[in-house]
């Protein structure tokens, strides 16, 4: 078994989705893929439902902290308004940042958290900007590499 890029962070991401979703989240195949789908999902169907694929290759080495890592981030999505855009993945990520930052200080273990999620997120864009629509199927090379060189990461294929 693959060890997770940051097992600190993988403590955060589930420590921070239980706080959010105490009842839990749903994961399907079948999950909204719009910010307007989203909204309604969870306005009127009341549960996140979060999307179960492209799992297997994530820094987090395990299904279920990258499915309360969507969670979380998707939750981010709704409660500051930021749209399935660019810029409202990286308002998301910065909200998820500043979450790291509240519950855990600003210490060099936050700032590494907060570094992975911001590579998680706009990395993962800034490469789908790039390869016309697909996103790094080895998300954990991909982390790896753009955490030494983001532009390099970017340009590559993985």
């Given at each position: 078994?693959?060890?997770?890029?940051?097992?600190?962070?993988?403590?955060?991401v589930?420590?921070?989705?239980?706080?959010?979703?105490?009842?839990g989240?749903?994961?399907?195949?079948?999950?909204p893929?719009?910010?307007?789908?989203l909204?309604?999902?969870?306005?009127?169907?009341?549960?996140?439902?979060?999307?179960?694929?492209?799992?297997?290759?994530?820094?987090f080495?395990?299904?279920?902290?990258?499915?309360?890592?969507?969670?979380?981030?998707?939750?981010?999505?709704?409660?500051?308004?930021?749209?399935?855009?660019?810029?409202?993945?990286?308002?998301a990520?910065?909200?998820?940042?500043?979450?790291?930052?509240?519950?855990?200080?600003?210490?060099?273990?936050?700032?590494?958290?907060?570094?992975l999620?911001w590579?998680?997120v706009?990395?993962?864009?800034?490469?789908?900007?790039?390869?016309?629509?697909e996103?790094?199927?080895?998300?954990?090379?991909?982390?790896?590499?753009?955490?030494?060189?983001?532009?390099?990461?970017?340009?590559?294929?993985?």
């Amino acid at each position: 078994m693959t060890a997770p890029l940051s097992i600190r962070l993988n403590v955060a991401v589930q420590h921070i989705a239980s706080k959010l979703f105490p009842c839990g989240f749903d994961v399907s195949s079948e999950a909204p893929d719009t910010f307007e789908k989203l909204a309604e999902t969870v306005r009127y169907g009341g549960r996140m439902i979060v999307w179960n694929g492209a799992s297997d290759k994530t820094i987090f080495a395990d299904d279920e902290t990258n499915y309360a890592f969507r969670a979380w981030h998707d939750w981010c999505h709704l409660a500051g308004d930021f749209p399935f855009t660019p810029e409202g993945e990286m308002d998301a990520a910065l909200m998820q940042m500043d979450h790291i930052r509240q519950i855990y200080g600003n210490t060099k273990e936050a700032q590494e958290m907060a570094a992975l999620v911001w590579t998680e997120v706009v990395g993962q864009v800034q490469y789908n900007l790039a390869h016309d629509g697909e996103f790094p199927v080895d998300q954990m090379a991909f982390a790896k590499a753009y955490l030494a060189d983001p532009d390099a990461a970017v340009n590559a294929s993985f």
